[in-house]
């Protein structure tokens, strides 16, 4: 396999504030660690929906000095796209998070999208959800593009599908989600919820080949074909995903499982293991090596796709006093398989 490309959560290193004297530090620990790249919270550290030109180019002043790149930007929503309450909100949220990813250089914003429900017996993964003529899947761009290649792919992509300069969600007033019916093939209820998430990613999608930043499904909550079959029955759906290990574990689905239905979707991979603890009835994330995740096995499947983007290594609310340590190892792990 290619030599593993690592990114760090800048979010992960203790200590880390927003400004540029505590940004510049923790970018040097991550580059200290081995890192190429990062990967930023855009709410917590950084409030993309704020960052004025001037921040923007002395981070990536500071990122140039480096030699890194920020490989995502993580945007995490109090809800996800599946509640119609303020959805329009977290819709323009994230589009202006992807315009700020692409002025940063990052290809991802990365977000969990809410529990997808089981989908429609009728939808194929090749073409709509009625089961009538198939669709033409959007496709991301091909890996290892620089950032001006990928925009401009994407505008040659939207020129020739022949989208408009909109592309907003019509959410409906009555909270069953956009127009357009709540069955598929005539016959088949459709859980509202499925046409909602649904009609969102196509609009992102949309969004994110206009303006050369995509949006990334974060795996987790729901078995990876659900997502995988949610995002393919979109037509122009740009919609790339984030692979959690961990999160799935947790859920108790299929890592393995997830990677077959996802296959070439999957543009970065979080490095976060778990483990289902019987005895309290839940799961939880634990440092990578020490989970139920099968690290090796998952490089060999990504191999097979094959895959080339990072791996981030950190996870949500790491102990102070032993995250830096773990990060350490999380590296050093990875760059031995």
């Known amino acids: 396999m290619a030599e593993i490309s690592i990114a760090v959560r800048l979010d992960s290193i203790p200590g ?73 909100r977290r819709i323009d949220a994230t589009k202006q998070a992807m315009r700020t990813a692409y ?57 020739a599908s022949g989208l408009g300069a909109s592309g907003a969600v019509d959410t409906g007033t009555n909270g069953a989600g956009p127009r357009g019916g709540s069955r598929s093939g005539g016959a088949e209820a459709v859980d509202p919820r499925w046409d909602t998430m649904r009609s969102v990613l196509e609009d992102l999608g949309r969004f994110g080949a206009r303006v050369g930043a995509f949006f990334a499904a974060e795996t987790g909550t729901e078995p990876g074909e659900y997502l995988a ?48 603890d019987l005895s309290a009835g839940r799961g939880v994330a634990v440092p990578v090596g020490q989970g139920t995740a099968d690290f090796p096995s998952l490089l060999g499947q990504l191999e097979d796709i094959p895959y080339r983007g990072p791996f981030v290594v950190g996870r949500p609310e790491m102990p102070a006093a032993t995250a830096v340590n773990e990060l350490v190892q999380s590296v050093n792990y990875l760059k031995n398989l």
Request: proline residues 6%.
């Open 16 to 88: 880390v504030r927003p400004n540029a004297a505590s940004l510049r530090r923790a970018l040097s620990q991550a580059r200290a660690m081995g890192a190429s790249s990062v990967e930023i919270c855009g709410r917590g550290l950084i409030d993309v929906s704020e960052l004025s030109d001037t921040g923007v180019r002395t981070l990536r002043k500071i990122l140039d000095d480096l030699s890194l790149q920020v490989a995502s930007i993580r945007f995490p929503t109090l809800h996800g796209f599946d509640r119609v309450e303020d959805l329009d």
């Open 103 to 159: 002025r940063l250089g990052a290809p991802l914003v990365v977000n969990q999208i809410g529990p997808v429900p089981k989908p429609p017996q009728s939808t194929q993964s090749s073409g709509s959800a009625s089961g009538s003529s198939p669709m033409v899947v959007g496709e991301m761009p091909p890996e290892g593009l620089s950032m001006e290649q990928a925009a401009a792919w994407a505008s040659s992509m939207a020129r």
């Open 229 to 276: 079959k949610l995002i393919d029955t979109s037509a122009e759906s740009y919609i790339a995903v984030a692979l959690n290990p961990g999160q799935l574990i947790i859920n108790r689905h299929s890592v393995s499982d997830a990677i077959a239905a996802l296959g070439d979707r999957i543009r970065i991979v979080n490095a976060v293991d778990g483990v289902v």
